[in-house]
Nanobody
Framework: QVQLVESGGGLVQPGGSLILSCAASGIAFRLYTMNWYRQPPGKQRELVAASLSGGGTNYADSVKGRFTISRDNAKNTVYLQMNSLKPEDTAVYYC????????WGQGTQVTVSS
């Protein structure tokens, strides 16, 4: 059974930082591209960052220079370090695994507000 469990969301002031974690089980983690998506209130889900199975990363233009995706294949975990957070970063953040199978986490709320 594939399972992705996110953690680390919460309320943060503008300019602050958060780190999200996603622990995966039931997949050959190192063979999967791991993604972070987000869905702002009233908007469509969008890709934020990707950690490719073969190495390398991609970012949405809106988060380049502020967010960093990383992975620990030994721990089957992917992280999203978010710095210089803005109110427009407020969203539910979802972990996604893409490979032979595709799986989604349950989402974690990130709210950026003073």
């Amino acid at each position: 059974q594939v399972q992705l469990v996110e953690s680390g969301g919460g309320l943060v002031q503008p300019g602050g930082s958060l780190i999200l974690s996603c622990a995966a089980s039931g997949i050959a983690f190192r063979l999967y591209t791991m993604n972070w998506y987000r869905q702002p209130p009233g908007k469509q889900r969008e890709l934020v960052a990707a950690s490719l199975s073969g190495g390398g990363t991609n970012y949405a233009d809106s988060v380049k220079g502020r967010f960093t995706i990383s992975r620990d294949n030994a721990k089957n975990t992917v992280y999203l370090q978010m710095n210089s957070l803005k109110p427009e970063d407020t969203a539910v953040y979802y972990c996604n695994a893409k490979g032979i199978l595709q799986a989604w986490g349950q989402g974690t709320q990130v709210t950026v507000s003073s």
